[in-house]
């Protein structure tokens, strides 16, 4: 392998340890972005998936690529299937992050375009991550500040995974062929209910945190009123549903397989991010 390495979302949550974990591996990368800037001392490219004409420079010098639809956007397959077809036009292997428990129905957006991909011709390897435990310090933290986790998550438990796991994953899937063709559903080490975790939470900062499990309007009402738009706040509510269904409660062994290295435990990442998490 000799050219370059495209990460899509180059800013966002996976993509910042992925272009650190693929130059530690002495990997050429291209950092998309809408801005374009450089991360992480890569080389920035501007990048736009709601306009096509980004993409060949994007794509310039590139035989792999990192594909993922950054948060907050809710329409997978108007995004990514175009980007999936211009990668697959030029041969471009794609390491595809989708979401966990897709494979479940081929009518769910995610799991199309994965089919895309596989019958798309370039080579490929899927990626399928369970709930990020950085939604703690990102999409809940409003709620920890005040003591208290509300979500419709029920008794339901989740194999949370640290984005530093995925982006190590990531990184194995990009600069060897020996999954190529595969699919992994990226797990933690173990299942926790958010009860678990806000107990974790009130242990490693010292203060109290709850879990309150709320109906599905109660907490899009929350999440807009954090700023989080309408349409995303309720597509967050509606993937509660498999929580509560104790679908996302499975461990893999997936990350070892991937990366040689168990994955992180909740309360490693709680410590881990316990200054972000307090302040």
Known sequence: MVGKILVLGATGNVGKPLVKALLAKGEAVKAASRSGKP????????????????????????????VMLPTGYVNAKEMLLPVIEAAAA??????????????????IPYRQVEIALEKSGTPYVILRPNWFADNFHIFWKA????????????????????????????????????????????????????ADAAALLSKVLGKPVAYTAVDDETFIGILKGAGVPDDYARFLATIFHPVREGWTAKVTDAVETLTSHKPRSLETYVRDNAAVLKA
């Open 90 to 107: 030029r041969k471009v292997k794609v390491v595809f992050q989708s979401v966990f428990g897709v494979e479940a129905d081929d009518s």
């Open 39 to 66: 991360v992480e001392g890569a080389e920035g490219v501007a990048f736009d998936y709601n306009d096509p004409s980004t993409f060949a420079r994007a794509f310039e010098g590139v035989d792999r690529a990192y």
């Open 143 to 194: 709620g920890i500040d005040h003591g208290q986790i509300a979500v419709p998550a029920a008794n339901g438990k989740s194999s949370f995974i640290d984005v530093r796991d995925i982006a190590e994953s990531a990184a194995a899937a990009l600069t060897t062929n020996r999954f190529d063709g595969k699919a992994f559903s990226l797990t933690g080490p173990e299942a926790l209910g958010y």
